[in-house]
């Protein structure tokens, strides 16, 4: 009996290895995808997303596909672009290690003055929250999780992409 508990704790050790190792290669590559699965505007309730809802985070690009729900202090120029979607080619991106085995990773997106700075706080595992700090928004966040690139299926193209 002690020997097969001996087995089940060594066979949980790996797999928790394992999520470590997948979880800090893909912060290290710089090439990953946050899935949000619910977003948390300061004020008002927790609303679970059902649409796919992400960030995507390369050395080339972060482009960002997030709904916004909270209070704007400035009127949007075009009121049909009301979540958080914009690329950037032009940002600072630092890792200091996190609690608990994690990582922080701090984005500052330098070419596009809306975003301040958007904080991940991602677990060992792979599970992550993501706050969004805005110019002339209230600050939002997002709970979910970072998988590779090469597993996110591409989105339906915009109006503007049509």
């Known amino acids: 009996m002690k020997t097969l ?14 999520q470590t190792n997948n979880a800090k290669a893909l912060v290290d590559s710089q090439d990953y995808v946050f899935k949000a699965w619910q977003a948390m505007p300061m004020r008002g309730r927790v609303r679970n997303l059902t649409y796919d809802y992400d960030l995507k985070v390369s050395k080339q690009a972060i482009v960002s596909y997030l709904p916004y729900y909270g209070e704007a202090y400035v009127a949007p120029i075009d009121p049909t672009k009301n979540g958080l979607e914009f690329t950037s080619k032009d940002y600072t991106y630092t ?28 677990s060992s595992a792979g599970y992550a929250s993501l706050q969004v700090i805005s110019t002339n928004r209230q600050a939002i966040s997002f709970s979910g999780a970072i998988v590779p690139s090469s597993t996110t299926s591409k989105k339906k193209p915009s109006k503007d992409e049509k």
């Open 95 to 122: 890792v200091t290690p996190g609690k608990k085995e994690g990582w922080t990773v701090m984005i500052k997106p330098k070419d596009y003055p809306e975003v301040q700075q958007m904080i991940l706080n991602i």
């Open 5 to 18: 508990l001996l087995i089940l704790g060594l066979g949980l050790s790996a797999v928790t290895d394992a």
